[in-house]
């Protein structure tokens, strides 16, 4: 069977290429396939397995879906299968790694992984099925949950853990937040704003103390009666369209 093997980073660069057609035995798995890579290139040697298993911090996506979420080294491969190979992200400028979980409602994960691929993103597979994205300089996985936001409103809330050098991710989640703003997205319960379009509640809302006692003096003093009685439903004057308006008239009694 074949597969297609893509590479990131300083693995592309031990490559020689980003992306390389292979051919392998039927119902192998991943960590064979691993184990291939590192027997042909001489500088993968120890940077993808340790003991047979994957090597911290290193991401290995089977069809964009991370292997470590499925059966790791024993996940099982077809034909046409794409393996895509990132390794841990380095920090630069001295800065250390630092892993940020952001939450956005009101968009959902395949907009988000959307969203990532037009920020300079990859990813193996339709936008719908995909759960992690990976930059030269920074990887998101992606996972989804439906939310109650006000009353018996649900809204899907998409939580993204970043993982980067901190200047890399503060430029790479201010410009994903202004894409999911623009959608009518905003800021979920996991960092601890809100955010997004907002829309008035329509209808009928009630008197104001202070606009009660307003009509209430106007009532009394058109019609000259005291007491505790409230005073009818003011109507409105506005004439209708083609007709005059008419005013009320007050009844003395």
Same mark, same amino acid.
């Given at each position: 069977?074949? &597969?297609?093997?893509?590479?990131?980073?300083?693995?592309?660069?031990?490559?020689?290429?980003?992306?390389?057609? $292979?051919?392998?035995?039927?119902?192998?798995?991943?960590?064979?396939?691993? @184990?291939?890579?590192?027997?042909?290139?001489?500088?993968?040697?120890?940077?993808?397995?340790?003991?047979?298993?994957?090597? *911290?911090?290193?991401?290995?996506? &089977?069809?964009?879906?991370?292997?470590?979420?499925?059966?790791?080294?024993?996940?099982?491969?077809?034909?046409?299968?794409?393996?895509?190979?990132? *390794?841990?992200?380095?920090?630069?400028?001295?800065?250390?790694?630092?892993? $940020?979980?952001?939450?956005?409602?009101?968009?959902?994960?395949?907009?988000?992984?959307?969203?990532?691929?037009? &920020?300079?993103?990859?990813?193996?597979?339709?936008?719908?099925?995909?759960?992690?994205?990976? /930059?030269?300089?920074?990887?998101?996985?992606?996972?989804?949950?439906?939310?109650?936001?006000?009353?018996?409103?649900?809204?899907?809330?998409?939580?993204?853990?970043?993982?980067?050098?901190? @200047?890399?991710?503060?430029?790479?989640? =201010?410009?994903?937040?202004?894409?999911?703003?623009?959608?009518?997205? =905003?800021?979920?319960?996991?960092?601890?704003?809100? /955010?997004?379009?907002?829309? *008035?509640?329509?209808? @009928?809302?009630?008197?104001?103390?202070?606009? $009660?006692?307003?009509? $209430?003096?106007?009532w009394i003093r058109q019609t000259g009666r005291t007491g505790t009685a409230a005073p009818p439903p003011?109507?409105?004057?506005?004439?209708?369209?083609?007709r005059p308006a008419t005013p009320s008239t007050a009844t003395h009694s």
């Amino acid at each position: 069977m074949e &597969l297609t093997l893509k590479f990131f980073a300083t693995f592309r660069e031990a490559v020689g290429s980003k992306t390389v057609d $292979r051919e392998f035995a039927d119902a192998s798995t991943v960590g064979e396939v691993l @184990a291939a890579l590192e027997a042909e290139y001489e500088d993968l040697g120890g940077d993808l397995l340790v003991d047979g298993d994957l090597r *911290p911090q290193i991401n290995v996506l &089977l069809n964009g879906r991370e292997v470590l979420h499925m059966e790791g080294v024993d996940t099982a491969v077809s034909d046409g299968d794409t393996v895509a190979v990132f *390794p841990p992200v380095a920090g630069g400028s001295g800065s250390a790694t630092e892993t $940020r979980a952001e939450s956005f409602r009101g968009i959902s994960r395949r907009l988000a992984v959307h969203y990532l691929r037009n &920020l300079g993103g990859e990813a193996d597979g339709a936008d719908e099925d995909v759960t992690a994205v990976d /930059g030269d300089d920074w990887h998101a996985e992606l996972s989804a949950d439906t939310v109650t936001s006000a009353g018996s409103i649900t809204l899907t809330e998409v939580t993204v853990r970043f993982e980067g050098d901190p @200047a890399v991710l503060d430029d790479l989640i =201010g410009r994903f937040e202004q894409k999911a703003m623009r959608a009518g997205g =905003g800021r979920g319960s996991g960092t601890g704003r809100t /955010g997004g379009r907002t829309t *008035p509640t329509r209808g @009928a809302t009630s008197p104001t103390p202070r606009t $009660r006692r307003i009509r $209430r003096t106007r009532w009394i003093r058109q019609t000259g009666r005291t007491g505790t009685a409230a005073p009818p439903p003011t109507r409105s004057t506005t004439p209708r369209r083609g007709r005059p308006a008419t005013p009320s008239t007050a009844t003395h009694s």
